[in-house]
């Protein structure tokens, strides 16, 4: 793989079911990211983590959990979904050498389409 | 608070020159982004202003004044792949990214 990967691409889910949706890196990024996009608003931080081992609450966190074991992967888990939660999901990465005044380059995956019934 | 407003639609030629605006409010700022995403696509990458003043990269130019929260995207010589959502993001304080809701560019032939 090149770059960062998302599963699954898209997926129809019930409402009160559990989902995990998993984002792989093979660009040795410290920092990674969980977005949402719904129609006529900007991307919305979800998670993030700045390096294996550590995470941090977005603007709209509430409803999903992330975990960060490794540089690699950053999976979101939605603990038990409700119709809110449909929207595109995006995970992105970065070097993670923010700071002083600068701000790096995100990298995205292609996306996972979620609709909760 | 942070803000970020960008138009939701413009128009353009193919051949032509279109300016997307994003003005922004933020008690930190860290820099501006302008990413592209063609629709059903992932946002890609296009340029990053961190200090005043016009950055040229081919037919893409961006401009950032921090004085008046304002920064532009010039596209030259448009062309039909052109056609995509233009997205604005800061930096905020925390180093995080604040995006705006995207500008959908419909280039015309």
């Known amino acids: 793989i090149a770059g960062i990967t998302q599963a699954p691409t898209s997926q129809i889910l019930a409402a009160g079911r559990r989902m995990t949706l998993r984002c792989t890196q093979d660009?040795?990024?410290?920092?990674m990211y969980w977005y949402r996009q719904d129609l006529g608003l900007g991307l919305r931080l979800i998670h993030y983590?700045?390096?294996?081992?550590?995470?941090g609450k977005g603007e709209v966190p509430d409803g999903y959990s992330v975990s960060r074991a490794n540089t690699d992967d950053f999976p979101l888990t939605l603990a038990s979904a409700v119709p809110s939660q449909t929207s595109v999901y995006f995970c992105?990465?970065?070097?993670?050498?923010?700071?002083?005044?600068?701000?790096?380059?995100?990298?995205f995956g292609p996306g996972t389409r979620l609709t909760v019934l | 608070g942070q803000n970020i407003d960008q138009p939701t639609e413009m128009t353009a030629t193919e051949g032509a020159i279109v300016q997307i605006n994003c003005t922004y409010q933020t008690s930190g700022f860290n820099g501006l982004f302008w990413y592209q995403q063609h629709a059903g696509e992932a946002p890609t990458f296009l340029s990053y202003n961190v200090l005043d003043g016009l950055e040229e990269k081919g037919r893409f130019s961006s401009f950032l004044s921090r004085s008046k929260g304002y920064s532009y995207l010039l596209l030259k010589e448009l062309q039909m792949k052109d056609s995509a959502s233009y997205l604005c993001a800061m930096g905020d304080s925390n180093y995080q990214l604040i995006w705006g809701a995207g500008t959908k560019l419909i280039i015309k032939p």
């Open positions: 992105a990465s970065s070097t993670g050498t923010s700071g002083r005044g600068a701000v790096d380059e995100q990298f």
């Open positions: 983590s700045n390096t294996a081992g550590t995470t």
């Open positions: 660009m040795r990024h410290n920092a």
